[in-house]
Structures are given as C-alpha cells and as structure tokens.
C-alpha cells in the first residue's frame, strides 16, 4: 500500500499533528508528514516535529515579506517533497492562492464543530464552543473537511459528535471535542491513504 505523503500546517500546540505523528508511526495509519510548517515561530507543532526528526520551517508574511510570498513558499516547499495531502492541524491563516491551485482537493482541515454550523470567519477556538453553549445546543463535535476558497467550506470527509451537558463550559466542551479530534483526523487520512475513502 502507498504510504501518503502529509505536509502539515499549523500555528499552535499541535496536538492533533501528535495524534497524526503516532498512528503514522504504530502503522495504524499508511502515511508518513515529510514537514510541518507554522506560521508562528513559538508554535509547539514545530517542536514536535522536530523531536521526530521531521522537517519543521517557519514560514510567515514577516519570514517571507508578503502573505503571497510566503504561500508561494508554503506550496514550492510541499511540492519539492512529493506531498500527496496537505493537513491543517490547527492553521490559524487563510490558504493562499497558490497552494490551492497546486493541491486542489487535497488539502483538508479540522473544525471543531458539527460543521455547517459553527464554522466561517470568527469561528476558531474557543469562540466556537462558546457560540455553541450560548446556542442551547444539545450536541457538537468535529468535522474534517476538504479545503475550498472559503473558511470552514470544503466537502465533509468525516464528521464525530459529542454531547453537550447543561453544565459545560467552552473548556470542557473543547476537551471533550479534542479526545474526539485525535481519533477521527489520523482515521480519516488512514482512509484516504487505502483508498476506503475518495
Ligand atoms: C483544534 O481544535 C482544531 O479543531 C482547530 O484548531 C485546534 C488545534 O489544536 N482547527 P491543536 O493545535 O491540534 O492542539
């Protein structure tokens, strides 16, 4: 079986790229990330790759003196390593132009909702749990998705849901969601990776 190439961006502490990282090695999942960029320099994500000896750049509008700069990096630097799927894990910037055109289709993301709700611009962190508990709503979850032009958009690859108890906070609903994350984001790659999924 063709092990995937991932090339995973992201801007923060990078749990969901440890998840991805341990199935690839327990060979759960049939895919290997070959680098791990960030927009922010301080991101754990980037240590974390490291620590696997795995490729770890900072890339940024300040590294690179233009957004469009730095995607046009972001894209030469998943291309020049025969990336299959590009994963966001965590990637607090708009994709650019460039690295949508060159994996159209084959970049996918994570949100922490049950996506057509919950999602578009302001929707990150914990500004979606707190919408969700603000909306009286009985249940949430995580949804991974293809990445189009539009913030949280792209076709549902896969979906999980939790409930939400009367008693939770924004914290204990993204902890609850995140367990969730960890299990559903290397199983759908390990999907796409045998073909199960198209
Ligand atoms: C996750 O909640 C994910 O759904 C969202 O950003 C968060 C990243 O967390 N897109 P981590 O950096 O993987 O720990």
Request: glycine share 10%.
């Amino acid at each position: 079986m063709k092990r995937l190439k991932i090339g995973v961006l992201a801007s923060g502490g990078g749990s969901n790229l440890q998840s991805i990282i341990d199935r690839t090695l327990d060979g759960s999942v049939s895919a290997e990330v070959v680098v791990v960029i960030s927009n922010n320099t301080t991101a754990f994500a980037l240590e974390r790759a490291a620590k696997h000896g795995i490729d770890a750049l900072h890339i940024s509008a300040v590294s690179e003196g233009s957004q469009d700069a730095a995607d046009e990096r972001i894209t030469a630097e998943m291309i020049q390593r025969d990336v299959d799927y590009v994963v966001l894990a965590g990637y607090m910037k708009m994709i650019g132009t460039h690295l949508l055109s060159a994996f159209n289709g084959k970049i996918m993301n994570i949100h922490p909702a049950l996506l057509p709700k919950f999602g578009g611009k302001g929707m990150y962190g914990m500004n979606v749990h707190k919408a969700v508990i603000a909306a009286g709503e009985t249940e949430s979850g995580a949804t991974v998705h293809l990445v189009d032009g539009e913030y949280d958009h792209g076709r549902t690859l896969a979906q999980v849901k939790v409930d939400v108890f009367p008693d939770d906070t924004a914290e204990t609903l993204q902890k609850r969601i995140l367990e969730k994350e960890h299990l559903i984001f290397p199983e759908t790659i390990g999907k796409i990776a045998t073909g199960e999924l198209k």
